[in-house]
């Protein structure tokens, strides 16, 4: 039964050309993502400092993914805004080298605001743009969404064990080789499109077609549904520490735990490149996981994991430690991003899974952002690292526990929108079932 779905999805143009994809967005992003805050503290920022620029990104990826999930939904399959994602991708050494690192050096705040346009548009909201579209694209051409994200994961792994050295070497390297990925990102999305794509837009193009776009009255109904609020609570208490710890401060923590910097560095880089190598198997593990425990308790799963890495990272002290714990985010990151697309797709409208996923998911983790990167930077200067990492781990269980009462069942009617029943499913979802079914009898 393996045998025969792994060859069938190898046949599928569509999910090789979205695996290819996402997998060169994702070493574009990663070469240099991961070492972002060593970076800016190279830079002879502190963490305050840092903190402002995070937040400043995430203020910029907040209002850029909202117009990302509108636009997108309005295109439905259209690829105009992934290519602009890929344009910025492959021009972002240039960018970094040219323009923002001597920006930073003079006026950290102008370098602030520009960086975080040209940055957001193109990997932190454009990311969750090349997911959506991703997503979209699974149910749509009968693939399963979390078998091509895994490449998306598998891509950073593969960068992330380099990225290390190169940065011991010249930091800017890294940005370079960033856009030579987003070079070959740009020729994927600009010259691949397999025949049952060219199909579908153009029956999209047909005057004569039913509307499968969204209205803007339909997206607009979406943030009246008190569903949708409580999963953003949830989210901003949550999701939003994987950027604000994960990024701002756990890099510099762990490299300090070693006799030199450049050890800690490239002791780091692999340590991370082996954490997203398992997190791209677990992308083919979290499906199954939900089938058997439910959609909404593989999320509370995903924040009880985060609650332990995080508050374990602040008990122990020795990098042997650490790196065990570390590695509890491989399962942590697919528990989030997976279930999270399908509690969309199983208690609203399926045509709004761009914009549901951007403000239910990232936008609310970016407002997360927003509010915490600068004050919990300010805690770590003047307490350290063990006090705010116990912090934010009570953050996370205190969300948790409120997830664990407010979160909808799989089976619950959501407020304002009817439960998409077995009988009104579209063909998409029903293979997504399937795909998850047939994953099931193969464990």
């Not at 694209?137 to 950073?156: D, H, I």
């Not at 011991?168 to 740009?186: C, D, K, R």
């Not at 199954?288 to 508050?311: D, E, P, Q, Y």
Request: net charge neutral.
């Amino acid at each position: 039964m393996a045998t025969t779905s792994t060859a069938k999805v190898w046949r599928n143009p569509s999910y090789l050309q979205s695996s290819t994809g996402i997998f060169l967005f994702f070493c574009s992003w990663g070469i240099w993502w991961s070492f972002f805050q060593r970076w800016l503290n190279s830079m002879g920022l502190n963490g305050a400092e840092v903190g402002t620029i995070y937040s400043i990104n995430s203020l910029a990826t907040l209002v850029l993914m909202f117009c990302y999930g509108l636009i997108q939904d309005n295109l439905g399959l259209k690829r105009r805004l992934v290519l602009v994602i890929s344009v910025i991708a492959a021009l972002v050494g240039p960018f970094v080298q040219f323009v923002y690192a001597p920006l930073m050096r003079t006026n950290m705040m102008v370098a602030a605001l520009i960086g975080s346009v040209v940055l957001s548009a193109g990997f932190m909201a454009g990311c969750s743009l090349i997911e959506a579209v991703t997503e979209r694209y699974s149910r749509r051409f009968g693939f399963e969404y979390g078998q091509s994200r895994a490449w998306g994961s598998f891509g950073y792994a593969i960068v992330a064990l380099v990225a290390g050295f190169v940065f011991n070497i010249n930091p800017m390297v890294n940005f370079w080789i960033g856009s030579a990925f987003g070079i070959g990102m740009l020729i994927v999305y600009l010259t691949w499109y397999p025949a049952e794509q060219r199909e579908a837009l153009k029956e999209a193009a047909d005057p004569d077609a039913a509307p499968s776009n969204p209205t803007l009255g339909e997206m607009a109904r979406v943030l009246k549904m008190p569903a949708l609020w409580v999963l953003i609570v949830f989210m901003l208490l949550t999701n939003t520490f994987y950027t604000v710890f994960d990024q701002q401060m756990f890099p510099t923590y762990y490299a300090s735990l070693f006799p030199s910097e450049a050890t800690g560095n490239a002791v780091y880089g692999t340590l991370n490149s082996v954490q997203v190598f398992c997190e791209s198997a677990m992308m083919g593990v979290v499906p199954i996981i939900m089938r058997k425990i439910g959609v909404r308790n593989a999320l509370l799963l995903g924040s009880t994991v985060m609650f332990l890495r995080i508050g374990l990272c602040g008990v122990f002290h020795d990098p042997v430690a650490i790196s065990i714990v570390k590695m509890f985010h491989a399962i942590e990151v697919p528990l989030f991003c997976l279930p999270a697309f399908r509690y969309f797709t199983l208690h609203f409208n399926p045509k709004l899974s761009a914009t549901l996923y951007m403000v239910g998911f990232q936008i609310a983790s970016q407002i997360g952002q927003v509010v915490f990167s600068t004050p919990l930077g300010m805690l770590h200067d003047r307490m350290g690292d063990r006090a705010t990492f116990l912090t934010i781990s009570g953050i996370v269980l205190a969300a948790t526990i409120y997830g664990f009462f407010v979160i909808k069942r799989d089976n619950e009617q959501v407020d304002g929108d009817p439960f998409i029943r077995d009988s009104e499913r579209t063909p998409s979802l029903a293979a997504d079932e399937a795909v998850l079914s047939a994953d099931s009898e193969d464990m």
